[in-house]
């Protein structure tokens, strides 16, 4: 693993660089990059002491953050690829051109100010507020530092010297300093100490936090202005700008092709003088040698671009940048430019600010390890859709030490470095996620090995010499039409679940369930999985077809189109447009199915039985389980005979079995369709390749009775008898833990609550903020699971 010292040497010789590109003069260059070299050479031989210092020692962080999900992504080459060498090779490139870089808000009032001191009293900082509460109104304790953190002075040099060990520690790449300006400086005293003593050493951006100042955040009369925000003209911004210099020429400004990064909070607020403005200081920056500046506004609401001049790029706030307080839906939110970064909040506690009005609003269900599955996600929507290339890609995280907020990274009494220590951790699991660039390349390396053709062609009389043999036609029928990182397990997830299989050997089909699926959404899925393998079948299928199917899966309907499907395999094959149809098997999936990655191995073997049945866990087997638990379940089966201790408690120990065989003798109304892979060529040459009249459960008891035989696949190896499951239905527990979402552990038949899978905003929209009705301390120590308190249990 990289040293944060040899990090921070080769953040040194960038900066180094980027200053160069900035400054005017052979000599002045010349001078500016041998400093950066001289302080590498130094930083390498303090690293070298560093490691063999700390070389057995223990490793930091929270150990109780799942890494499980790790296995749950598809990589960026398919097992068995041939190409797995030069395909390594690509990725490096890649990771050599492209980049996610974390960087965190830095609030600066934690030293005393005039200004403060006028407002709220002598030697006011946030602690003052911080230090009044120690609960909010739910009962949840307010986020105070660790004793090693402490109610510190910003000014002075040992915390800032701390603020950049914690930073790197933390996996950051840099700071965004919120900078104050109002026709003069203020609070600007954190940033001036950092130019004369060199802390924190980390790459940095300023963000103007343009707003007026008022009496708002503590609760008091909102329309009490403390500091009114003017822009002036010209000679304004020529002062405003001169102020800055010195930090844009720093070398640890973070520049993005020479160009001086800047953020602008606001930019709504400023009206016609933003396009002026920013217009005189891109002069102004070329004028001075700086090479350049970027604007980047940050999202605060929908606007017209026009009414506040165009910004070279956009960054997102979290949480105020869409998504509220639920971070599984951060990165559901659509890109507004060409140059666009990601944002993330950390959690949010505004109690101390609203200490007296009772304002205050929280994130009840913050966690560390819900957190961790958020910037997880995030970062795969960024290395799927990135920036341009020659730009960076940066994560603004809310924030680093908003503790009047509760929204801090530093470690807290309640979370210690819990948070800190999911970035990391997110960030370390996201290398194994590709960039869009690696998968354009496997999908051009997917389709030269089977040899498929890139446009419909009509298919040979003889199969392709390269052609693999082709073991699943996997034909999934989408009823919903949700963008993707909308839902969690969506129809995106499938094809990467598919994509990662070990058995490489199968192709897909995805096809509306109705009409009322959207064809474009639907695409947009089958498109970004840049694989070969999946085709979109639907200007082919009749109109009436569609019509008639259902809109939900589960209704009699729901088989119209998947009917469809498999009576015209051929003449879909003869027009090039998938050669699903020289599959031995089908199977017929959901849009929100996934598979483990050995799934498609119960297959495999050519001597295999006619249907074999893999193991499978949805949102009803729980339920089925749980009522059909012997001497644990109440005469009205409700499951209420579960002691309150069982609760979550068995799921966690993973004493329950929620994975049911798809086998002949299970019920009806739990067999799931996409667990049952069937031998195509018998299914179609004895006519029996239409589920519609019986549905799945039916037609196949009549295979069973017509003497075909049925086995079920053994579970991987790995796996334990309660989590031995090949597929896995969005919404039921094993999905839910891996989303970033938490299941509540409820009897089944309970008139007030509902046993599910829920985000965090969703839990409280039904059952409001009254946390007495949980068991907060379990939670805290299993998030991923919650039960009702033991009082609220037994009543």
């Known amino acids: 693993m990289v040293s944060t010292l040899r990090i921070a040497a080769a953040r040194t010789l960038k900066g180094g660089i980027e200053y160069a590109r900035g400054v005017r003069g052979r000599r002045r260059t010349a001078i500016a990059l041998a400093f950066a070299c001289a302080c590498v050479i130094l930083l390498y031989n303090s690293d070298s002491r560093r490691q063999q210092e700390n070389a057995n020692a223990e490793p930091r962080g929270s150990q109780h953050l799942l890494s499980t999900m790790s296995s749950w992504w598809q990589s960026v080459n398919y097992p068995g690829s041939d190409n797995a060498a030069a395909g390594s090779a690509a990725a490096a490139a890649v990771d050599h051109e492209y980049s996610v870089k974390p960087i965190a808000y830095v609030f600066p009032q934690f030293h005393a100010i005039p200004e403060n001191d006028e407002f709220w009293g002598v030697n006011f900082t946030e602690w003052t507020n911080v230090r009044k509460v120690t609960k909010?109104?739910?009962?949840?304790?307010?986020?105070?530092?660790?004793?090693?953190?402490?109610?510190?002075?910003?000014?002075?040099?040992?915390?800032?010297?701390?603020?950049?060990?914690?930073?790197?520690?933390?996996?950051?790449?840099?700071?965004?300093?919120?900078?104050?300006?109002?026709?003069?400086?203020?609070?600007?005293?954190?940033?001036?100490?950092?130019?004369?003593?060199?802390?924190?050493?980390?790459?940095?951006?300023?963000?103007?936090?343009?707003?007026?100042?008022?009496?708002?955040?503590?609760?008091?009369?909102?329309?009490?202005?403390?500091?009114?925000?003017?822009?002036?003209?010209?000679?304004?911004?020529?002062?405003?700008?001169?102020?800055?210099?010195?930090?844009?020429?720093?070398?640890?400004?973070?520049?993005?092709?020479?160009?001086?990064?800047?953020?602008?909070?606001n930019g709504g607020h400023m009206g016609d003088v933003g396009k002026r403005m920013y217009s005189a200081w891109r002069k102004w920056a070329v004028d001075e040698g700086l090479g350049g500046l970027d604007i980047i506004e940050t999202r605060i609401a929908p606007d017209n671009p026009e009414d506040r001049g165009l910004t070279d790029a956009v960054n997102e706030f979290g949480f105020r940048s869409g998504g509220a307080h639920d971070g599984t839906a951060w990165a559901s939110i659509n890109r507004l430019g060409r140059v666009y970064h990601r944002g993330a909040a950390v959690s949010w506690d505004n109690t101390p600010r609203h200490a007296q009005d009772g304002g205050a609003s929280a994130n009840i269900f913050a966690h560390p390890s819900l957190w961790k599955f958020h910037i997880l996600s995030l970062i795969r929507r960024i290395k799927l859709d990135p920036n341009p290339r020659g730009e960076e890609n940066f994560l603004f995280i809310n924030a680093f030490n908003e503790w009047g907020e509760g929204n801090v990274l530093e470690p807290s009494k309640q979370w210690s470095n819990g948070f800190s220590a999911a970035l990391r951790s997110a960030v370390a699991l996201s290398h194994t996620l590709p960039w869009k660039d690696e998968l354009i390349a496997q999908a051009e390396a997917l389709a030269r090995r089977h040899a498929i053709a890139t446009t419909p062609a009509p298919a040979p009389a003889t199969p392709h010499p390269h052609r693999h043999d082709i073991d699943v036609c996997v034909v999934v029928r989408t009823f919903a039409s949700d963008w993707q990182f909308s839902e969690p397990f969506g129809l995106s997830d499938l094809l990467r679940s598919l994509g990662g299989q070990t058995n490489p050997r199968w192709r897909a089909v995805v096809v509306r369930g109705s009409a009322a699926a959207d064809a474009r959404i639907v695409k947009s899925h089958v498109l970004d999985a840049y694989d070969p393998r999946v085709a979109f079948v639907d200007d082919d299928v009749p109109r009436e077809v569609l019509t008639q199917g259902a809109n939900t899966a589960g209704d009699p309907a729901e088989w119209a189109v998947a009917d469809w499907v498999l009576a015209h395999l051929g003449e879909l094959a003869a027009q090039g447009l998938t050669d699903c149809g020289l599959a031995r098997y089908v199977v017929v999936a959901n849009s929100n199915d996934t598979y483990v990655p050995g799934a498609l191995e119960a297959v495999a073997a050519p001597n295999a039985s006619d249907i074999v049945g893999l193991s499978f866990e949805t949102t009803d087997t729980l339920r089925a389980v749980e009522e059909g638990e012997n001497g644990a379940v109440a005469p009205d089966g409700s499951g209420r005979g579960i002691p309150w201790h069982e609760r979550c408690t068995r799921l966690r120990e993973e004493r329950v079995v929620v994975c049911v065989p798809a086998a002949p003798a299970t019920s009806p109304s739990l067999l799931k369709a996409g667990a049952v892979l069937v031998n195509l060529a018998k299914l179609t040459a004895g006519g029996h390749a239409s589920f519609g009249s019986k549905g799945a459960a039916g037609t196949l008891q009549d295979l069973v009775a017509a003497g075909w035989s049925w086995t079920v696949a053994a579970p991987p190896e790995s796996s334990t008898t309660a989590t031995a499951c090949q597929l896995v239905q969005s919404g039921s527990y094993r999905s839910c833990i891996r989303s970033g979402r938490f299941w509540l552990d409820v009897p089944s038949a309970s008139p007030r609550y509902t046993a599910g899978c829920y985000s965090l905003s969703g839990i409280t929209a039904r059952h409001g903020f009254d946390t007495s009705q949980w068991d907060m301390e379990g939670w805290r120590a299993d998030p991923f699971c919650l039960r009702l308190s033991e009082k609220a249990y037994s009543e």
């Open 136 to 265: 909010n109104a739910w009962g949840i304790e307010v986020q105070q530092p660790t004793d090693e953190v402490g109610y510190y002075n910003l000014l002075d040099h040992s915390t800032r010297w701390s603020y950049a060990q914690h930073a790197r520690d933390s996996g950051l790449y840099g700071f965004v300093y919120h900078h104050y300006w109002f026709g003069r400086p203020v609070m600007e005293k954190v940033l001036t100490a950092m130019l004369e003593d060199g802390q924190p050493d980390m790459p940095f951006m300023l963000s103007w936090a343009n707003e007026p100042w008022t009496a708002r955040w503590d609760g008091n009369d909102n329309s009490k202005v403390l500091l009114k925000q003017t822009y002036g003209g010209v000679d304004a911004w020529r002062e405003h700008f001169e102020w800055l210099l010195p930090f844009f020429r720093h070398p640890n400004q973070i520049r993005v092709n020479g160009k001086v990064q800047f953020a602008v909070y």
